[in-house]
């Protein structure tokens, strides 16, 4: 079982940047791929980021290449979400994923949650 408890969430205005971080507990981190999914109200959740174990391979969602970066540090078992270039469609709670066990980008495919960190974009 794994822990995940996201924070760096919050209020910033459009073209500024956000740094999320997930840290892991329990049987923990570098065993898993690591991901970001968000959600906006009424819609369904969307697939971001996503790392494998050792943090030698990336994956993105095509809204947010070149803008967000992902990274992991397993001897502490978080990984992050560098936010840049920060838009009004990036507005959603952004949860932390472990534990993929197919497709990245697939919800579907994750083991473990965590609560999500609310971000909002103001124009």
């Known amino acids: 079982q794994v822990q995940l408890v996201e924070s760096g969430g919050g209020l910033v205005q459009t073209g500024g940047s956000l740094r999320l971080s997930c840290a892991a507990s329990?049987?923990?981190?570098?065993?898993?791929?690591m991901g970001w999914f968000r959600r906006v109200p009424g819609k369904e959740r969307e697939f971001v980021a996503a790392i494998d174990r050792d943090g030698s391979s990336f994956h993105y969602a095509r809204s947010v290449k070149g803008r967000f970066t992902i990274s992991r540090d397993n001897a502490k078992n978080t990984v992050s979400l560098q936010m840049n270039s920060l838009n009004a469609e990036d507005t959603a709670i952004y949860s932390c994923a472990a534990g993929a066990l197919f497709s990245f980008s697939v919800e579907g495919s994750w083991r473990y949650w965590g609560q999500g960190t609310q971000v909002t974009v103001s124009a």
């Open positions: 329990g049987r923990t981190g570098s065993t898993y791929a």
